[in-house]
């Protein structure tokens, strides 16, 4: 049985402060729930205030992306070896954001992807098609050449400790969500898609978020399809009540 997981994207909000308070708010809320997996991705320069409060606890760390290589002239990189360093269990790779407007490629997201699992850090890998895409009706082609290209040659017993995120960029901050029938579709193709590059049992146990204007109000019929096994939320994860209502889903 795959244990769900909840994470929120912070993407570029909250100072330390405010980082600070949200954490220790989401604690008092989720005090003694435990059917969840959270998780929580500050921006880089609150990882390390964060990490301090949440020692110890239930909720875990994430980073929003992390550089290929452990050191050196990199200016303005993060290594995997420093996120860990500083707390981190977990790091978002291949975001659409980074991939629309940072330069993100399959060959860079598979580099980061290894680097990440060689350092113990477990990757949220974020694949998903366009809107063009869907309408060309190349939804499937698209985010099967993602999982494809940014999975090439990742060892089969690291995979373990990966997750994928299925995050149509349509649906990502515009309030459009997939609907349900729409996401599992894309989900059981993609665990298919590990089930043939791995083995059937490692497909089983890989989770696969779904992500995308996800909210109080949609969580529940989302996590009631067999392939969702979680959420990757960006906006409703910076409040802390509509953030815990989400983790507190019953998987249906
Ligand atoms: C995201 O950033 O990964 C995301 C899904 O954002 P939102 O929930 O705001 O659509």
Redesign the pocket.
């Known amino acids: 049985m795959r244990k769900p997981i909840i994470a929120g994207?912070w993407?570029m909000h909250k100072t330390v402060g405010e980082a600070i308070d949200f954490v220790t708010s989401l604690q008092k809320e989720l005090e003694g729930w435990e059917r969840t997996e959270v998780v929580v991705a500050p921006s880089f320069t609150a990882l390390a205030s964060v990490a301090e409060r949440l020692r110890g606890g239930r909720i875990a760390l994430a980073a929003q992306d992390v550089c290929w290589e452990e050191e050196g002239a990199y200016t303005g990189e993060v290594s995997p070896l420093m996120l860990r360093d500083v707390g981190c269990q977990y790091v978002?790779i291949g975001?659409?954001?980074r991939r629309a407007y940072f330069g993100e490629s399959d060959e860079t997201v598979n580099k980061k992807v290894k680097a990440a699992l060689s350092h113990d850090l477990n990757p949220i890998i974020?694949v998903g098609e366009s809107l063009e895409e869907r309408e060309h009706g190349d939804t499937f082609r698209v985010v099967e050449g993602q999982v494809k290209e940014d999975l090439r040659g990742v060892d089969a017993e690291a995979a373990r400790n990966m997750v994928i995120?299925y995050?149509p960029v349509w649906?990502?901050?515009?309030g459009k969500t997939a609907s349900p029938g729409q996401a599992q579709e894309v989900q059981s193709f993609i665990r298919g898609l590990l089930s043939d590059m791995f083995s059937p049992a490692l497909a089983e146990v890989i989770r696969i978020q779904y992500?995308?204007?996800?909210?109080p109000d949609n969580i529940d019929e989302l996590m009631a399809q067999p392939d969702i096994d979680g959420?990757?939320?960006?906006?409703?994860?910076l409040e802390v009540g509509s953030f815990a209502r989400i983790v507190r889903v019953e998987r249906g």
């Open positions: 994207n993407k978002i975001h659409s954001e974020c995120a995050e649906a990502i901050g515009t992500g995308g204007s996800v909210k959420a990757l939320v960006g906006g409703a994860s």
